[in-house]
């Protein structure tokens, strides 16, 4: 019986998700969430403009990419490499995916919400967003919320 459960430990452990590629490295997570946020801020620019008195909010999107245009480079290239070392053929097209499904679960919460609550309760996002620095940027990529995990677990450390 004890070999038994050996054989069966050690088989769990070769199905986990670490050996599988089926898991992300803190690095990936952050850059996950990093595209996510990203994506998030351009529907909700794009979504309350016009509800924003003064605020071209969609301005503050664009200007806050262009500020950090490489670190979100740099997030596209650890995706892509991770889908890559994982079999996925082309990596640019399912990064591409991947920003696509993040657009359109907050396009759905505005879909569901009345635009001026939608705007009332996310619009603030861009706001803070732009008054990040470098660093503050990447904490709140590297931030796992309960309310937006990344599509794969973090892989568990190991030593």
Not at 42 to 52: P, R, S
Not at 80 to 107: C, V, W, Y
């Amino acid at each position: 019986m004890r070999v038994f459960l050996g054989v069966l430990a050690v088989c769990l452990l070769l199905a986990s998700p670490a050996s599988a590629g089926a898991c992300y490295s803190q690095q990936e997570a952050e850059a996950e969430q990093g595209i996510r946020i990203h994506s998030e801020l351009m529907v909700i620019g794009l979504n309350c403009n016009h509800m924003a008195k003064a605020k071209n909010l969609y301005g503050q999107y664009r200007a806050f990419t262009s500020k950090y245009a490489e670190l979100f480079a740099t997030y596209e290239r650890i995706l892509m490499q991770h889908m890559a070392r994982n079999g996925d053929k082309n990596p640019e097209a399912s990064l591409n995916t991947l920003r696509t499904e993040f657009a359109n679960k907050i396009s759905n919460d505005a879909a569901k919400m009345r635009p001026d609550i939608f705007c009332r309760s996310y619009s603030p996002r861009v706001e803070k967003a732009t008054k990040l620095n470098y660093e503050g940027v990447r904490r709140w990529a590297a931030t796992i919320f309960p309310s937006h995990p990344v599509s794969k677990p973090v892989c568990k450390a190991t030593g």
